[in-house]
């Protein structure tokens, strides 16, 4: 069995789950406030009743699922739950728990769930007879399109985290100079909250998408409101919309390709409340290609299947090691 917990801004939820990846028990808790003793001791309770009604050893490894990630000494970092940053999350729980803690960053968890929970397991299940039971894709990219842009890579079925912990993060890539050049005379350098110019978040993430359209028509709309005139060809709207919305698809196939250049994935799955758009699937693979390194291009780009469950889930799968 295996125990996860995925920390997040509004709630904590904890899950255990069978060998076979099946739910035996799961609960949530609303995450306090700027309180990070409180957020703390809500974890240990959780995780105390996980194991007593599983029956689970108080020392067995738990994964927890975190909206940052730790630096090179172990404090917490980029935490939008701000009371996280600078804090030894990892040492603190270990040390309340008395159990050893995997740990990683929200997007990794997706990514891994999605791996061996969602389209990953899938996709295997549909192609068995080509590939061994019980076998994982080669490398799966995970990624999130939502308030900001994220990613995690899977290899063999482990995340793979690299010294600095920002395997995945190329959300915080420069967005590619064509891609950004289609926006004309109207594109204007976007600050990330990173620091950093124009990275592909600033374009790709629900209000990078909502500025696009306010940059080049002067209007304030949200995500949903641009998509919605898009698809409708009675409002007066309907134009200017599928105007922005071409420029975010030719801005995700060059960043997407990228990422396909170096790691050449079995799978990308999109998750993130953007990720919902069916468009982008019909689509994308046809914008990617002339990006693409290669002359035949059919990595399948899919949609996510296990929604808000996956940041628990990939915690849980955690304890089985990252690469």
């Not at 406030?33 to 067995?60: H, M, P, W």
């Not at 990173?194 to 909502?210: D, M």
């Amino acid at each position: 069995m295996r125990l996860g917990v995925d920390l997040g801004g509004t709630k904590i939820e904890a899950v255990i789950l069978d060998e076979g990846g099946d739910v035996l028990w799961r609960q949530r808790v609303p995450t306090p406030q700027r309180d990070y003793n409180a957020t703390l001791k809500a974890i240990a309770q959780l995780v105390e009743e996980g194991k007593y009604f599983a029956g689970i050893c108080a020392s067995t490894t738990i994964g927890i699922g975190t909206p940052g990630a730790e630096d090179k000494q172990g404090r917490m970092k980029n935490c939008n739950s701000t009371a996280l940053n600078g804090r030894y999350l990892r040492t603190d729980l270990s040390s309340l728990l008395k159990c050893s803690i995997s740990i990683a960053n929200d997007a990794n968890c997706f990514a891994l769930a999605e791996t061996l929970g969602g389209q990953g397991k899938k996709s295997l299940s549909c192609h068995s007879n080509e590939r061994p039971v019980g076998d994982v894709l080669n490398v799966v990219f995970g990624v999130i399109l939502g308030t900001g842009v994220g990613g995690g890579v899977v290899v063999d079925g482990k995340l793979l985290n690299g010294p600095n912990a920002i395997t995945g993060e190329w959300g915080h890539n420069l967005m590619p100079l064509q891609a950004r050049a289609m926006a004309g005379e109207k594109e204007e350098e976007r600050q990330c909250y990173c620091g950093r110019i124009n990275c592909v978040e600033t374009f790709l993430s629900g209000p990078g998408l909502a500025l696009s359209y306010q940059q080049c028509f002067g209007e304030k709309l949200i995500p949903e409101e641009i998509i919605g005139h898009m698809r409708n060809i009675e409002s007066e709207r309907q134009e200017s919309a599928e105007l922005i919305w071409g420029e975010y698809m030719q801005q995700l196939a060059a960043a997407l390709a990228q990422v396909v250049n170096i790691l050449d994935p079995s799978l990308i799955v999109l998750g993130g409340g953007l990720s919902a758009v069916p468009e982008i699937y019909r689509d994308i693979v046809p914008l990617m290609k002339p990006h693409v390194f290669t002359d035949e291009f059919d990595t399948p780009i899919l949609p996510a299947l296990l929604g808000d469950s996956a940041g628990v889930y990939g915690a849980a799968w955690l304890v089985d090691g990252i690469t």
